[in-house]
C-alpha cells in the first residue's frame, strides 16, 4: 500500500494564521504520527476575497480586539484581484510593523519586518513559515499553473483575465465572466480566450478539483467545510474533524517556544 497523504486546504487567513488553521495542522500532525506518510497544505491562494487576509489580534494589555488587514492598490485589486497577485504595499508592512509591538511577541514583529514578498499569499506563508507552522509540509497552491494544467477540468470556474490594469478573477457564468459587486448586482467584463492556467475551482468544486492533483487519503476539514463539501466527489478520502481550539477566528500568535 502506498503511503498516506494527509492534506488541509485554507486560503492565506491573514498575515497572522487565525487559529483555525493552527488548528488543521495540529490535527494532520497528530495523524501523521499515528500513521505515518506526509502532510499537504494546499493553499488556496487563487481566492480573491480581501476578507479572507483580516488579522485579529487582541491588545497584550488591554485585551481589546484589533482588527488589521494589507492595504491595496486601488480597488479592482482590492475586491477581485486572486490573493496571489495582490500586491504588498511597501508603505504598508512598515506602518503595520510600528503596530504590532502592542498585540504580538516582539519575535514576531522582528520576523513580520524581515519578511519580502511581492504578494499577499506571499507573504502569508512566508510568515506562516517564520513561526515554524510549514516545517515538514509539502505546500500545494492553486494559484500554480503546474498544479492547474494537472487538475480535472471544471464546469462551474474562476478565470484570471485582465481588466482595468489588474487580473481579476471572474466567475464563467452561462459563457459570461462576471465580478460580483455585492448583493445581486455583478459587473460583466469581455470575454476573453483562457487556458487551464487561468482557471480555478468554485466553493463547491473545489475538493474534487484538489483531490485530482494531491491523491490524498485523509482530508482535516473545518467546521465550515463539512456542510459544504460534497464527500461523494472523493469517496476514497476519510475526513477527519480539524481540532477544537477556542477563538478560532482570532490570529494564532502564541509566543516561539
Not at 499515528?34 to 487582541?58: A, K, W
Not at 513580520?112 to 506563508?125: E, G, H, W
Not at 484538489?210 to 463539512?226: D, K, L, P
Request: glycine share 6%; charged share 25%.
Amino acid at each position: 500500500m502506498s503511503a498516506p497523504v494527509i492534506c488541509f486546504g485554507q486560503q492565506p487567513c491573514g498575515f497572522f494564521p487565525r487559529r483555525f488553521l493552527w488548528a488543521k495542522i495540529t490535527a494532520a500532525r497528530r495523524l501523521q504520527a499515528e500513521i505515518g506518510g506526509e502532510i499537504v497544505f494546499f493553499c488556496h491562494d487563487s481566492d480573491h476575497d480581501p476578507r479572507e487576509t483580516q488579522t485579529i489580534l487582541r491588545h497584550r494589555h488591554t485585551g481589546a480586539v484589533a482588527t488589521l488587514n494589507f492595504a491595496f492598490a486601488n480597488r479592482v485589486q482590492r475586491k477581485w484581484t486572486p490573493l496571489h497577485l495582490k500586491r504588498v504595499l511597501p508603505e504598508w508592512q512598515a506602518n503595520t510593523a510600528r503596530q504590532l509591538p502592542a498585540y504580538v511577541d516582539p519575535a514576531w514583529v522582528a520576523a513580520f519586518k524581515r519578511v519580502t514578498a511581492a504578494s499577499v499569499a506571499d507573504f502569508c506563508l512566508e510568515m506562516y513559515r517564520a513561526m515554524g507552522l510549514l516545517e515538514g509540509l509539502r505546500v500545494v497552491r492553486s494559484s500554480d499553473p503546474a498544479v492547474r494544467r494537472a487538475a480535472c477540468d471544471l464546469d462551474d470556474c474562476f478565470v484570471d483575465v485582465p481588466f482595468a490594469g489588474e487580473v481579476v478573477r471572474a466567475r464563467r457564468t452561462g459563457g459570461l465572466l462576471r465580478l460580483h459587486e455585492g448583493g445581486d448586482a455583478y459587473l460583466t467584463v469581455p470575454t476573453v480566450p483562457f487556458g487551464k492556467e487561468q482557471v480555478s475551482p468554485a466553493r463547491d468544486g473545489r475538493l474534487r478539483w484538489m483531490q485530482s492533483v494531491v491523491h490524498c487519503t485523509h482530508y482535516v476539514c473545518g467546521a465550515s467545510e463539512q456542510d459544504y463539501l460534497n464527500q461523494a466527489d472523493a469517496p476514497e478520502i476519510t475526513n477527519v474533524p480539524r481540532d477544537v481550539v477556542d477563538r478560532h477566528e482570532e490570529a494564532y500568535i502564541d509566543p516561539p517556544a
